[in-house]
């Protein structure tokens, strides 16, 4: 029991009660992240396999998600799932960041700890794609 | 207290707590998916501005969730954030869905109601991109 209010206190305390709701209309375990702003950020770096520029975009990843407006994140490599065509495991890195509106991804755009990302390690990628999604 | 007594209801019912944890060495009050595999899948159907096709689409992405070892789901369209050469607006729909383990992402390949998906639908689309994600 102790796990379990230690669980349920930790995410009452870091996720706003506004995009977490059941998965609409199922019968499914799953929870929806109704109204939130999904911001999927893919970086293929230069040198993918240079232990040094790992570690360090690792760490700045890391510090990326100071911003305050963030609700749910991870940072990611590619998953060993099947190679499929429509698959692409070719990025070295990805990041995931939730938020409650589009004004809070609007504020991270001009966060100083995401300027200071991008201006500290924009030399170390060769390509970045984003998407940034909201409910249908 | 009724709301924040039902919202963490839901999410103790809904979550696994293996995935949810502080985001990592950080001072954020936002939470990281440790642990978890993000699948995400962007969809570019054939005709996008055709109401009757969204409507079927998205009936069966809402459908879709009703894969049991779905713990965390998104179905999105672009959002209206700032036009920048990195960020793709140019996909039709979004589906991000967050699973406890690779081996809960393979049973989903093969669930009933993904081939039902894919079977029913795959007319729909003439582009498809998934990326599936685990922890640094």
Same mark, same amino acid.
């Given at each position: 029991?102790?796990?379990?209010?230690?669980?349920?206190?930790?995410?009452?305390?870091?996720?706003?009660?506004?995009?977490?709701?059941?998965?609409?209309?199922?019968?499914?375990? &799953?929870?929806?992240?109704? &109204?939130?702003?999904?911001?999927?950020?893919?970086?293929?770096?230069?040198?993918? &396999?240079?232990?040094?520029?790992?570690?360090?975009?690792?760490?700045?990843?890391?510090?990326?998600?100071?911003?305050?407006?963030?609700?749910?994140?991870?940072? &990611?490599?590619?998953?060993?799932?099947?190679?499929?065509?429509?698959?692409?495991?070719?990025?070295?890195?990805?990041?995931?960041?939730?938020?409650?509106?589009?004004?809070?991804?609007?504020?991270?755009?001009?966060?100083?700890?995401?300027?200071?990302?991008?201006?500290?390690?924009?030399?170390?990628?060769?390509?970045?794609?984003?998407?940034?999604?909201?409910?249908?």
């Amino acid at each position: 029991m102790k796990n379990r209010r230690s669980f349920i206190q930790k995410i009452a305390a870091g996720l706003s009660a506004a995009i977490l709701v059941p998965a609409a209309a199922t019968a499914s375990p &799953g929870v929806g992240l109704s &109204g939130a702003l999904i911001h999927h950020v893919f970086f293929w770096l230069k040198e993918p &396999g240079n232990p040094q520029v790992r570690k360090q975009f690792e760490a700045a990843l890391k510090k990326l998600l100071k911003v305050k407006t963030i609700r749910i994140s991870h940072v &990611g490599v590619p998953a060993s799932t099947e190679s499929r065509d429509v698959v692409d495991h070719s990025y070295s890195y990805s990041l995931m960041v939730v938020f409650d509106s589009k004004e809070d991804q609007d504020s991270y755009q001009v966060d100083p700890f995401h300027q200071a990302f991008v201006t500290e390690n924009n030399h170390l990628w060769n390509k970045v794609v984003v998407y940034d999604s909201v409910d249908v």
